[in-house]
């Protein structure tokens, strides 16, 4: 699955023409879960539904990069 930290929306000019974060790949913020994937709960309903049918979730995690540096990013600006 994409990550699952809050994620920056709409659009921004990075100099090439508008961009859209609809890859789920421009973390906003590292310390909350993005509210569109529900609560931590309801992730952790799915992991074990999916365990209960012997399926493994692989989630993903962005380490070299997080997206744009724009004014949108006002908890983490540095």
């Known amino acids: 699955m994409t990550p699952l ?4 929306t709409g659009s921004t000019d990075e ?3 508008m961009s859209y ?4 790949y421009w973390a906003r ?7 569109r994937f529900g609560a931590e709960e309801d992730i ?8 209960d049918a012997d399926i493994r ?5 962005v380490a070299n990069h997080i997206g744009p540096v724009t004014d949108q990013d006002k ?3 540095d």
């Open 5 to 8: 930290v809050e994620q920056i």
């Open 15 to 17: 100099g090439t023409g």
């Open 21 to 24: 974060p609809f890859h789920r």
């Open 29 to 35: 913020d590292w310390t909350a879960m993005d509210k």
């Open 44 to 51: 952790t309903d799915m992991d074990q539904a999916a365990h």
């Open 57 to 61: 979730i692989i989630f993903d995690v």
């Open 75 to 77: 908890v983490w600006p």
